[in-house]
């Protein structure tokens, strides 16, 4: 008996999911054209939208029922108070729309993040002229934002922040400005993109104590140490020295008897290695790298990153340790 099941819905495909998606997709496009990238950015008509808030709309409805009540009971206090509240809805959409334009936008700086926390950015929020502006926001949605108030000062630097998941480079999207001044009736708002990349570093993963120990070393580091399989020289035989190095052929040819010397050459210094964590995938090989890159600069101990096609030589201090970080960063992998 052959029992039919009914197919399952693949979300992708719901007309309402994809009429969603068209329409994000055609918004996106319409603001690019109207606001491209840049790193720094001026405000103006074409780039600010104004609507009421929810607050406004209320607003709106209260002068709705005062001009109804005034017109049912010839009430001419009420009237007075409905052409007087309608007077301020008037003025005040002149009132936001001119808080947030002219504003000047600028990237400064970014600053990296290890993955699964937040990332900052640095912008630099300018005006011009006596206009004083208030209740300036900006913002990733959904987190929350940052507000700034360029009233005495013309000029300031905020940070704003947004979670980051992935490693590699991140493009962040568009940030929101925004503007509720002065009563919060309306609210004027752009769509902006300040071309904001960010640095994400691995998510450091504990993988236990730093690998220290001796390693075979090439090219002219390392030390030298008796002992191995390289051949050194040869010395004069001494009484004890094993038969099996002992110079044949020399002595077979009339020289005097001499055993071989051999040495190896080791390296103490700390290397962190792609092979030491075989049997773990690319990303958990990675985490487990930041975090004991993280832990060698810490302890002061001197290290460095041997990953396939890379090798970084062992050193300290900021900027090696931010090369060995980005090294980890941009390994390709799923996780750009």
């Not at 068209?22 to 001026?42: G, V």
């Not at 109804?68 to 729309?97: C, D, W």
């Not at 209740?135 to 959904?142: C, D, N, Q, V």
């Not at 013309?154 to 490693?167: F, H, L, N, T, Y």
Request: net charge positive; with cysteine.
């Amino acid at each position: 008996m052959n029992v039919s099941h009914p197919q399952r819905r693949n979300p992708s495909r719901n007309p309402i999911h994809l009429l969603v998606e068209y329409w994000r997709n055609l918004m996106q496009r319409w603001l690019s054209r109207r606001a491209p990238r840049a790193r720094a950015i001026t405000l103006n008509h074409s780039r600010l939208f104004i609507l009421p808030t929810r607050a406004g709309l209320g607003f709106l409805i209260v002068v709705a029922l005062l001009w109804l009540l005034g017109t049912n009971y010839e009430n001419n206090l009420v009237f007075a108070l409905t052409f007087l509240l309608v007077s301020i809805l008037a003025v005040l959409p002149l009132h936001t729309f001119a808080n947030l334009s002219g504003v000047h936008l600028r990237l400064v700086d970014t600053r990296a993040a290890f993955a699964g926390d937040f990332a900052e950015a640095e912008i630099n929020v300018s005006c011009e002229g006596k206009r004083e502006r208030e209740w300036l926001e900006l913002s990733w949605p959904p987190e929350q934002g940052s507000r700034v108030d360029l009233c005495e000062q013309k000029s300031a630097d905020i940070c704003i922040s947004m979670p980051v998941v992935k490693r590699g480079r991140v493009q962040a999207p568009r940030l929101r400005v925004e503007s509720r001044f002065p009563l919060g009736l309306f609210r004027c708002w752009s769509r902006i993109d300040l071309d904001v990349e960010f640095l994400v570093y691995p998510r450091p993963i504990s993988a236990g104590p730093l690998p220290l120990g001796e390693t075979v070393a090439e090219g002219e580091f390392g030390e030298v140490k008796r002992g191995g399989d390289d051949f050194a020289a040869l010395k004069p035989y001494q009484a004890g020295d094993s038969l099996r190095h002992v110079a044949w052929k020399q002595y077979a040819a009339g020289r005097d008897l001499y055993s071989k010397d051999y040495e190896r050459k080791t390296d103490t210094r700390l290397w962190l290695d792609w092979g030491l964590l075989d049997g773990r995938d690319i990303e958990m090989r990675l985490s487990n790298l930041c975090d004991w890159t993280l832990q060698a600069e810490k302890q002061g101990i001197a290290y460095g990153l041997c990953l396939p096609g890379i090798s970084i030589e062992p050193s300290l201090g900021s900027e090696h340790q931010q090369q060995v970080l980005q090294a980890l960063a941009l390994y390709p992998g799923r996780g750009q």
